[in-house]
């Protein structure tokens, strides 16, 4: 064993118990730039801009100061100590073994059913998986169903497709599956080919609401009967804060009926853009014979063996663990907040994951409304932007809670609720 490795398992509890305090970037300086300037936005490291007194609740991103920076460096050094120049090779193409393995034991441990090696597909985040998933299964003119409102981006991987997007409601038990079914025979009864249904049925984004138990069953048998495949993206599996997270549909669902979306950017780090899919063993090979694959190998393979090497250390659990007890107490205190300032307003109760949705009192429009919040310091996405294809989400707005401490988010409540008092004289 290396001194890395036995320096991960050996380090008692609180030496990983994150601190919480707040991150400060370090501006990035062109070489030839004078000193106190700054790069310009194409220059920019990461994808977050930060605005100096304003709480951010737009971007969905896990707390900075909570990845594992000191853990996956020693696990990094481990992997290129344990595999040597085959680390920065062409990697197996379905994704090196010792992270197949690592996601059907975390599975094992958080869903019903685990799956086989054959049945895992490494990928470069949810987000590549999603569009691998339209490559294979959609054809141009195809209608894919997707939940109003649904998470924004995911709209746009679709939208790279040849395909329509058709809205189904969606309401606080989640997606409402009788509704899916007549859309269905709608559509086939008008001559139109429906293949695909996308929902996040776990933790939703941007609602935090999680379909209902017996809604999965319903919707797994309608895709089943009807032969439509469901892509369920399932990212945010680990973060349950309120009892355990229910099964997947692709744990529950006839073999072939469901393509499971997996990440690791919401619990270890989403710069490694590492995630996976589950699908049937024949979608699965379909995957993996793919011209992406086929001209270089595995998908992320240097990120896929750092973090099978952390994995292994046995640290990962216990930072999940962490992570979960630090967002729990951060959507407590948003949630409270909101019941002090903003009373009349309603949102959700989410039992994980990173966003709760707020419906404004008095058909505010969130839209008009973000520049009087912001000017007050504090911001956040305006519910429209969910809507594929609708006009929904007037009235209602995103909060991700994951990136700052309580006392933050509770001022962030307060600044809401003075810029909705404002609004509500005008």
């Known amino acids: 064993m290396s001194p890395a490795r036995t320096a991960i398992m050996r380090a008692p509890r609180a030496a990983r118990t994150p601190v919480v305090r707040h991150h ?40 900075v100061d909570l990845l ?29 073994p010792p992270l197949v393995e690592a996601i059907r034991d975390r599975l094992a441990a958080t869903d019903a059913r685990v799956p086989t090696p054959a049945e895992i597909v490494v990928t ?28 924004h981006l995911a709209v746009r991987v679709l939208r790279d497709h040849p395909v329509d997007l058709v809205s189904l409601p969606f309401d606080g038990g989640g997606l409402r599956t009788e509704a899916a079914a007549e859309t269905i025979t709608r559509l086939r009864g008008a001559g139109r080919r429906v293949r695909m249904l996308y929902t996040i049925p776990t933790f939703h984004n941007p609602t935090g609401v999680t379909l209902e138990d017996g809604r999965r069953r319903e919707l797994v048998a309608l895709a089943a009967e009807a032969e439509v495949t469901i892509v369920e993206d399932d990212v945010y599996r680990e973060l349950a804060y309120d009892g355990t997270t229910p099964p997947s ?109 707020v419906t404004l009192p008095g058909g505010l429009d969130a839209a008009a409304l973000l520049p009087a919040a912001e000017a007050r310091g504090v911001s956040y ?29 509770a001022e962030a409540a307060r600044r809401i609720a003075s810029a909705v008092r404002d609004a509500r004289r005008g």
């Open 124 to 151: 470069a985040g949810a987000s590549h998986a999603l569009d691998l998933a339209a490559t294979l299964l959609l054809s141009p003119g195809d209608a894919v169903l997707v939940e109003e409102p649904t998470y």
């Open 249 to 357: 549909l692709w744990s529950i669902g006839a073999p072939g009926s469901v393509v499971r979306l997996g990440s690791f950017s919401k619990t270890i780090a989403p710069g490694l853009r590492l995630g996976y899919l589950s699908a049937d063993t024949a979608l699965a090979a379909r995957a993996v014979a793919s011209g992406v694959i086929d001209s270089g190998g595995g998908i992320a393979h240097v990120p896929a063996l750092a973090v099978a090497t952390y994995i292994a250390t046995g640290a990962y659990p216990g930072h999940v663990e962490d992570l979960r007890r630090l967002y729990r107490a951060r959507r407590d205190a948003l949630l409270g907040g909101l019941a002090e300032h903003l009373p009349d307003a309603s949102w959700t109760q989410p039992r994980g994951g990173f966003f709760t949705w």
């Open 24 to 63: 400060t970037r370090v501006p990035y300086r062109l070489p030839d730039s004078p000193p106190g300037t700054t790069a310009p936005d194409d220059a920019r490291v990461v994808q977050v801009v930060d605005r100096p007194g304003i709480i951010d609740l737009a971007w969905g991103h896990p707390d």
């Open 381 to 409: 996405v305006p519910g429209r932007r969910f809507y594929a294809t609708g006009d929904g989400g007037r009235s209602s707005l995103r909060l991700a809670f994951t990136r700052y401490p309580e006392a933050d988010l």
């Open 68 to 96: 594992p920076v000191a853990a996956l460096r020693a696990a990094t050094a481990e992997a290129f100590d344990r595999y040597g120049p085959d680390a920065l090779s062409y990697g197996r193409d379905a994704g090196p």
